[in-house]
């Protein structure tokens, strides 16, 4: 089966937040090193590992525009030729600080208050980016729809590959899977805890990256990364 690739913000390379990220995980998106993961009281380490299993396999990231598979005549390089045309023609902005939340029964980073350039920014690479993008079989629109769809959720499906974009967006940095409400509430109150590291700040937005994964039994990886210039 085809590669897939995935506009994702992900965040500076050494960052406090990056070092959160790939350490909560067990996995560097960059060089796919396995990685130790923190002690959690309660958990076991195998257990931990299981939880993260499913965020760990597409790195740590905030999807702007969903995996896909190219297009019949697109190639990679094309992607990064565009990603860069892209990036170049937008200016860096901040993104409100990140909090814990309870994401729909799995934990995530969100803004901590509305990013309306965010949304913005995520809509503009569904768009733009949609030409590179295969058309989705009937076999993945039928999986997509088993989880109940909205009438605007289905239209964004059919138009762009993937039902939650454009209002229906919601950034965020995967942390776990779903979770039943014991456990739920037990990892946030330690990542609430575990997650000051990265401090009660802004994150720049200042470039997109582009993640590849080869083929659906491997993980995803950092492919290229495209700074903003000035708009």
């Known amino acids: 089966m085809s590669a897939r690739y995935a506009i994702y913000f992900s965040p500076a390379p050494g960052s406090a937040l990056e070092e ?14 396995a990685l130790d993961q923190p002690n959690v009281p309660g958990l076991t380490r195998e257990e931990l590992f299981e ?34 045309r892209f990036a ?26 509305p990013a309306p350039a965010l949304d913005a920014l995520a809509a503009d690479c569904v768009r733009a980016f949609d030409a590179f993008r295969s058309p989705a079989g009937a076999d993945e ?23 939650f974009v454009m209002d229906d967006f919601r950034f965020h940095l995967t942390l776990t899977r779903r979770l039943d ?4 509430r037990r990892l946030l109150a330690f990542l ?23 083929s659906s039994d491997r993980p995803f990886r950092f492919r290229s990364r495209h700074v903003f210039g000035e708009g």
Request: no cysteine; hydrophobic share 40%; net charge positive.
């Open 20 to 33: 959160f990220g790939v350490t909560w995980l067990g996995r560097h998106h960059r060089t796919g090193a």
């Open 88 to 113: 170049a023609a937008r200016s860096p902005f901040m993104v409100p600080p990140l909090a814990v939340t309870d994401l729909d029964g799995f934990i995530a980073l969100t803004p901590s208050e």
């Open 51 to 84: 939880i993260t299993e499913a965020p760990r396999h597409y790195g740590f990231h905030g999807t702007l525009k969903a995996p896909f598979r190219l297009a019949e005549g697109r190639t990679a390089a094309d992607l990064e030729a565009a990603a860069d």
């Open 181 to 184: 409400d014991s456990l739920k």
């Open 192 to 214: 609430h805890v575990h997650a000051k590291v990265i401090g009660n700040r802004e994150i720049a937005m200042d470039a997109i990256t582009i993640f590849a994964q080869e």
């Open 141 to 163: 629109l039928a999986r997509r729809r088993r989880g109940g769809l909205s009438p605007r959720q289905d239209s964004n499906l059919l138009a762009f590959g993937y039902p």
